[in-house]
């Protein structure tokens, strides 16, 4: 086995799982340390206005990240297939068509968010209208480095290769940290110092994940001479997996921008607190994200081999550690909640909606514990409109209607309250298909 590669259809799954997750979990943390960062600053040198702006334009940001994330994981399935099959011929191929397909849409969507940020924001009620836009539109020219980091990152972990996405965020995370306090403590560019360092720092991630990247050129075929770029059929194939995927991850976070500009309603200080929790929810989140990680690209790779059985078993097992990881978690942000909300200074009044959002909301992290495992399970399979219905289910159907109509009887509380329990409708439906053994006969074929 070549460096940077782990054979995930092999050896003993809960050591095979750890070993591909901490990786994934260090890098979400530190990814969460540098977004946590630009709030905290901003809470000490801006006020609520500044976090605010970052929540309401950040909310904006993650959809265009999720778009991408979705269309690379598309291609991440058919990648750790074929390396699962040890076609690295067609493994490569589409290597090359992914990464061309990402710079370029992130080129173009940068053009149109520098053209549409105002009237997105304007459209979302966000309360500190001039700064939030501003701040988009500076993070906009971003939109290359995410897109084509996230093409490298897939093709990284098709092959197991979990531990160069976090030594490339690690730089984001250093060069965010130290161009916050440069540019917004010092400095005191506001939150145009923050949006700058955000976009430099996904620049610096890009630039050292191509290096590596191309480095190994006989392992991911990027930069073979002679080669095309841009392969129809495998576009294809990619596009059939990755677009329901990505209108997933469109789904989940209109969903969120939904219960954002509900939040807004209620003024600065209640958006500033739901921008905060959303941070620290993230943190929370971050262990399971990384096991549905771990067992998807496992999965793909063991379907590659047809490995049905190790496949079933992964499930299993990945439930099983992200279950027992977030009650923990669950229990110690009940027990820390004011204090670990006082290291982003907020004032009385976001402090007060800040404590009763996270106590409630942490509480959802035990059904997204499960239900994110069962959808590795189709992820891996390329079933991927079954996770679109899924994500449809708990974020459209339960989560936006119940916070409507929680927020006539409850109000603000009753926002909180419909986000807990949105996801616990999407693990019956995962159950289901586990059961079915309908993923047992599934192989992602050349269209």
């Known amino acids: 086995m070549a460096k940077g590669q782990m054979d995930l259809t092999e050896g003993v799954i809960w050591k095979k799982l750890i070993i591909y997750a901490l990786p994934v979990v260090l890098s979400s943390l530190l990814q969460s340390a540098y977004s946590i960062t630009d709030l905290i600053v901003a809470g000490w040198f801006i006020g609520k206005d500044g976090i605010s702006a970052i929540n309401n334009a950040g909310q904006v940001m993650v959809i265009l990240t999720q778009i991408i994330m979705g269309i690379t994981t598309g291609g991440n399935i058919l990648m750790g297939q074929y390396f699962g099959s040890r076609d690295h011929a067609n493994r490569k191929e589409t290597n090359r068509t992914l990464f061309t397909f990402a710079v370029t849409t992130g080129v173009v969507m940068t053009l149109v968010m520098i053209l549409c940020s105002r009237p997105v924001l304007l459209a979302l009620k966000a309360p500190a209208l001039g700064e939030a836009t501003e701040y988009l539109r500076l993070c906009a020219l ?63 991630s890009f630039v050292v994940c191509l290096i590596y990247v191309l480095g ?52 600065v200080e209640a958006s500033a607190a739901s921008g905060i929790c959303a941070k620290v929810k993230d943190v929370a989140l971050m262990f399971t994200m990384a096991i549905y990680t771990a067992a ?39 027990i820390f909640a004011p204090q670990i909300l006082s290291v982003f200074h907020p004032d009385p009044v976001t402090m007060e909606i800040a404590l009763k959002n996270l106590r409630i909301e942490i509480l959802g992290q035990i059904f997204y514990a499960s239900f994110m495992v069962y959808n590795a399970l189709p992820l891996g399979a390329g079933h ?64």
């Open 142 to 204: 971003g939109l290359v480095f995410i897109f084509g980091y996230n093409a490298l990152a897939a093709m990284l972990r098709s092959v197991g290769n979990s531990k160069q996405p976090f030594y490339c965020v690690a730089v984001t995370a250093g060069c965010n940290i130290a161009l916050d306090i440069l540019l917004m403590g010092v400095l005191r560019w506001g939150v145009r110092g923050a949006a700058l360092a955000t976009v430099f720092s996904q620049g610096a």
């Open 216 to 267: 190994q050129r006989e392992l991911f075929g990027l930069g073979d001479k002679g080669e095309g770029y841009l392969h129809r059929g495998k576009l294809v194939q990619m596009l059939k997996l990755g677009i329901p995927t990505a209108i997933q991850m469109t789904v989940v976070g209109l969903s969120w921008l939904a219960m954002t500009f509900l939040i807004n309603r209620y003024g």
């Open 296 to 334: 998807t690209t496992m999965i793909a790779q063991c379907l590659g081999a047809q490995k049905y059985d190790r496949a079933s078993k992964v499930v299993h097992i990945a439930m099983r550690i992200s279950l027992g990881v977030a009650a923990v978690l669950i229990v110690l942000i009940e």
């Open 384 to 447: 991927t409109l079954f996770a679109l219905g899924s994500s449809l289910l708990n974020c459209i159907v339960v989560r936006v209607v119940m916070a409507v109509i929680l927020n006539h009887t409850m109000g603000l509380v009753g926002i909180f309250w419909a986000c807990a329990i949105a996801p616990a409708s999407s693990v019956p439906l995962g159950y289901l298909y586990e059961r079915t053994g309908v993923w047992r006969r599934s192989m992602v074929k050349e269209g």
